[in-house]
């Protein structure tokens, strides 16, 4: 059976194109869900001026750090940088010139330029230093105009995927790696499980391979806990 | 007398009728989860994706991928869903969330809310706070009644940066329960004891 042309081999094989100054997405909420190998397979290759669309760029000194603190980054759009002293210190030195979304006008931004959508209007952010410069519109309530937000590349990690790109995310890892993914010029997965056509039913299919461009068996996950929190006792 | 944390956290639980969803942000407010009787059957709903968070885990259920937007790890109950981060923002905008529980710099008495950032000050970024004021259909303010140096944070006016406005329908501080309204904040409940003077209200 012919191979799909959408499989790599490794992460180094899936990232190598990435140029100097590309725009690049990584999924993940914090550290959960985040594409371990991608980040470190894209750090080895210390590419420059890179503009990341990540919730956190990265935290606690893991994940998208790994990258600031080679400065590969330039600029940044997120909608929280607490806990992460390393992208904090670059701000502030203007190393890295940050572009703080709400999060839920982050995640729409993402999904819109997926989907087709230019620009949409959202009350949030009305009357606070988000609606700076931004057209206002009141319809029942005054809304201000957000504009999409693509990328050249997405980097995302799913528990499962095939060879056609069909992904399955486990628990709250999915976040904005789907969006992501519809986002991005070339989308890059990395997975757990590598399984065959047909194994992920097609009801639970959580994002169709059609928005995959290509998919390689990840390793070695070390899925960090930020906060581990346990039951007293247990 | 004034409330204890505890006591804080308990009395917003009270305000949740059966069957409702809640958002809850992030330090204070994560105590209200304690506090939500089972029987009540709320559903618990966290901004990175899911709906239906149940208490911690055990060393056994704990799992790197099952977190609230504390990163903290969680467990769910029976009835629990996951989703994207954008549908969960849509349940949050599109007015599907019967009450968020946030804490506050300051609340001002018109309804605005100061929970961000402080200017000169570290920033950390507003994460969901600005969504969910604004899509939430109450938004309750959980917070001490003064700062750590003595001063309201009740206010007539707040000059911070704001995270909404006019968004804020209820305030729980440690001296009781308060509604802004009409430029001042009306009195719904005080902690034992707690005079309105004791308050300093604007």
Known sequence: MKKSPKV?????????????????????????????????????????????????????????????????????????????????????????????????????????????????????????????????????????????????????????????????????????????????????????????LGEIPPEDIHLPGLFVQRIYQGENYKNDIEFEKIQEGK | MSWTKDEMAQYIANLFPDYSSVNLGIGLPSLVAEKVASEKNIMIHSENGVLGVSGRPTKETVSPTLINAGKETISIKDGASFFDSSLSFGMIRGGHIDFCVLGALEVDASGNLANWMIPGKKLTGMGGAMDLVNGAKKVIIMMGHFNKKGEEKLVKNTNLPLTGMGVVSDVITDLGHFQPKNGTFHIVKLAPDVKEEDCKLP
């Open chain 1, 8 to 196: 790599f081999s490794s992460a180094k094989e899936a990232v190598k194109d990435i140029p100097d100054g590309a725009t690049i997405m990584s999924g993940g909420f914090g550290l959960c869900g985040i594409p371990e190998n991608s980040i470190n397979a894209i750090a080895n290759r210390e590419i420059k001026n890179l503009t990341v669309i990540s919730n956190n760029i990265g935290n606690s000194g893991r994940g998208l750090v790994t990258w600031l603190v080679k400065d590969m980054i330039v600029k940044a759009y997120c909608s929280y940088v607490g806990g992460n002293p390393d992208l904090e210190e670059r701000i502030h030195d203007k190393r890295v010139t940050v572009e703080l979304v709400p999060q839920g006008t982050f995640s729409e931004r993402i999904r819109a330029a997926g989907l087709g959508i230019r620009a949409f209007y959202t009350p949030t952010g009305y009357g606070t230093l988000v609606a700076e410069g931004k057209e206002v519109k009141t319809f029942d309530k005054p809304c201000i105009l957000e504009e999409a937000l693509g990328a050249d590349f997405a980097i995302i990690k799913a528990q499962k995927g095939d060879e056609y790109g069909n992904l399955w995310f486990k628990e709250t890892a999915r976040n904005f790696s789907p969006l992501m993914a519809m986002a991005a010029k070339t989308t890059i997965v990395e997975v757990e499980e590598f399984v065959g």
